[in-house]
């Protein structure tokens, strides 16, 4: 990135804080209240989500409207030098509305209507609720649309859910309408003749029939395509009610129902809530790259622009298995993760814990004790204070040589495709995805984690993990982009079905592709949890790769048709066929591996294509394992973020150029130790 943006106008420092629910005790407690404001000063946060579901305060009966309270929060915020993201309420209905109007409650896979529970149990479709939502929104937008302690305005809380109501499904069918046209492209789409499911009329369809997969995708993307709309139109009532600024919404890192990449444009700002689930043992190595990959998508989302970490938490999660406290330095270095990777906030939930209901032992800032003397206080005032000596940071990111593709489509269409595989549905696909992405991770490559659909020409090295659907154009992109240079790495099931989840003919991988990698993938085989395949690397190959490394999960009967071999399956009816390829093509190279590998291969695969892409590490160095190396840059400058992810002190060795201490601006050795869960900030220059 070289201009700097922040997150919103006039704000040129962090966002420190975190979900603010006052309106829990202001009837009986409103002590509370004061009280927090000075605790808000202590902390070092600057930053509040208000309002989240305060739809009841707001809005006690029908037509009845209390505004007053949260003026005078708005009002004390803003005396006291805070800044308020301020949430529209629908996350959570009011009770009086679930019985006053019953059609906005959802409907579930078996017809049966919702009663009112929990959250996010109303109708995305139903007018009755748009308008309920449209009307609350304008009247906040006229009540708070200038006030100047509002900067940010936060689109109901974590959308997600579906409904399958009379109004949903008819709502389905006219955007299968407007996608397809006419019937006979549907069942075409469909491939509706298999099992005699040939439509002859719209009202026929219905999309809990789990035996059309081509439906079962389409329906995805209508849950998502109806979430945005739903989004869009409360966006619409603020701006109606006088509201000008920029909106966001929070999203849930690789939710698998919902595509964010849809969201994108739509909002100005990208926020998630992100809580890894820390065991303190070799698995946190992969709980921290998980988090770094659901990070460099949000980065990715708007063109390596900051983005918010709008929830977090500081300790205990209470819906989790095991609710584990945070060892000491965990919670910072999670917390310095993120702004490694791009975000300039770090949002909590939540700032107080409640009394009572289903959160009142989720971590917060402020515990039922109330004072300043409890651990996680203090680490969150440690956090303030670091922040403040890290504002020259805000507003800059960084734009990697190196993306990795998860797409939700792609995602959806193998979990769907009986034959696939019934292994569990995060194996099929997100496995391999997430496992390419730590192989850069671990090396300390900037990654950025994009949709198939990104433009690609400010990388040099693309992978595609498991591209099993290509979308229109999506072919021919990759191939644009090797033929212009760049260096591509396909792997087993890539391009077997269109758009629709109807399988390409001639051969797997399809669309032009099975020429242009020079492979054919004939068979695809899947193998026992346990059981594994032996690859063995071709003399003299192109990425100096040698040994012998296995396979797990699954593999292809691949044959060469043009592609160079670099690697040869040597064991069961499967040997001798090849399983790794490169072929040559304009100015690039595409690579093709064709079956899903154990870690030691990715281990070696990873140093070597990054030489062959001309891709630098962070740090040109071996790091030790857990150690991960990130950086921001102005352009003059880099930020260089260095963590360690494991319970013992490690010892890394800097490359040749001089390095400074961040934080104290003193000279930094050729080494740098890292005691267990720390980070450490250097300056270079770029």
């Not at 515990?367 to 680490?379: A, I, K, L, V, Y």
């Not at 734009?399 to 269409?413: I, L, N, Q, S």
């Amino acid at each position: 990135m070289k201009t700097r943006q922040f997150l919103y106008p006039g704000f040129r420092t962090f966002a420190h804080g975190g979900d603010y629910n006052p309106d829990q005790w202001m009837d009986r407690y409103p002590e509370v209240i004061d009280r927090d404001l000075e605790l808000m000063d202590l902390s070092g946060c600057n930053t509040f989500s208000v309002g989240i579901f305060a739809w009841a305060r707001y809005e006690p009966r029908e037509g009845e409207y209390h505004f007053d309270w949260m003026r005078d929060l708005l009002d004390r915020l803003h005396a006291a030098g805070k800044h308020a993201v301020l949430a529209t309420p629908s996350g959570s209905k009011p009770a009086w509305m679930s019985e006053t109007y019953p059609e906005i409650r959802r409907v579930d896979e078996r017809d049966r209507r919702d009663h009112h529970h929990g959250r996010h149990n109303h109708c995305y479709t139903s007018p009755v609720y748009r308008e309920k939502v449209s009307q609350m929104n304008r009247r906040l937008a006229e009540e708070f649309g200038d006030h100047p302690a509002v900067v940010l305005w936060h689109l109901s809380n974590e959308y997600g859910g579906e409904c399958y109501c009379d109004l949903c499904l008819a709502a389905f069918r006219e955007w299968l309408q407007d996608r397809y046209k006419t019937l006979d492209n549907l069942n075409h789409a469909w491939w509706a003749h298999f099992w005699s499911h040939t439509l002859t009329d719209w009202d026929q369809i219905d999309p809990r029939d789990e035996s059309v997969d081509g439906m079962r995708l389409d329906w995805m993307r209508f849950v998502s395509h109806q979430t945005v709309d739903f989004m869009k139109a409360e966006t619409r009532a603020l701006r109606e009610g006088g509201a000008t600024q920029p909106v966001t919404t929070n999203m849930m890192g690789t939710f698998p129902t919902l595509d964010y990449w849809r969201f994108v444009e739509d909002v100005d700002v990208i926020a998630d809530d992100a809580y890894p689930l820390w065991k303190y043992n070799q698995d946190d190595l992969v709980t921290a790259a998980g988090a770094a990959f659901s990070h460099d998508m949000h980065r990715a989302m708007k063109g390596g622009r900051p983005w918010m970490l709008m929830e977090s938490c500081t300790d205990t999660v209470q819906w989790c298995e095991v609710p584990k406290l945070k060892r000491p330095g965990v919670y910072r270095t999670e917390m310095i993760q993120a702004l490694a990777h791009g975000a300039d906030s770090l949002m909590y939930f939540q700032w107080r814990k409640g009394r009572g209901s289903q959160e009142k032992f989720h971590g917060a800032v402020v515990d039922h004790e109330g004072s300043t003397n409890t651990r996680t206080f203090q680490q969150v005032r440690e956090i303030g204070s670091l922040l403040g000596n890290l504002e020259q940071i805000t507003g800059w990111g960084n734009k990697p040589e190196v993306a990795v593709v998860m797409d939700w489509d792609a995602r959806w269409a193998m979990e769907f495709s009986d034959g696939v595989s019934r292994m569990e549905k995060e194996a099929t696909y997100m496995s391999p995805v997430f496992e390419f992405h730590r192989m850069f991770w671990k090396l300390g490559v900037s990654t950025d984690v994009i949709e198939s659909t990104c433009d690609l020409s400010d990388y040099r090295l693309v992978v595609a993990p498991q591209l099993y659907l290509l979308k229109p154009g999506v072919a021919d992109a990759l191939m644009s982009f090797v033929k212009k240079g760049g260096t591509l790495l396909l792997t087993c099931f890539s391009g077997v079905v269109n758009e629709s989840n109807l399988c390409f003919m001639g051969g797997f991988p399809g669309d032009g592709l099975r020429e242009f990698c020079g492979v054919w993938a004939e068979e695809m085989d899947f193998l026992y949890e346990g059981e594994h395949q032996t690859i063995e690397m071709s003399a003299e190959n192109a990425l100096g790769l040698s040994g012998t490394f296995r396979t797990q999960r699954k593999l292809e009967v691949l044959h060469a048709e043009g592609a160079d071999v670099l690697a040869t399956v040597t064991s069961d009816f499967y040997a001798g066929y090849p399983i790794f390829t490169c072929k040559e093509q304009g100015e690039g190279k595409v690579f093709y591996l064709g079956a899903h590998m154990q870690e030691t291969f990715l281990d070696a695969l990873g140093p070597a294509l990054i030489r062959t892409a001309g891709v630098k590490q962070v740090i040109e160095t071996v790091l030790p394992e857990g150690v991960s190396a990130q950086k921001r840059t102005n352009g003059k400058q880099d930020f260089v973020f260095l963590q360690n992810f494991t319970t013992t002190t490690v010892t890394v060795s800097l490359d040749d150029r001089d390095y400074c201490c961040m934080e104290t601006g003193d000279p930094v050795s050729s080494k740098v130790e890292l005691a267990e869960w720390e980070s450490r900030i250097l300056i270079r220059n770029a």
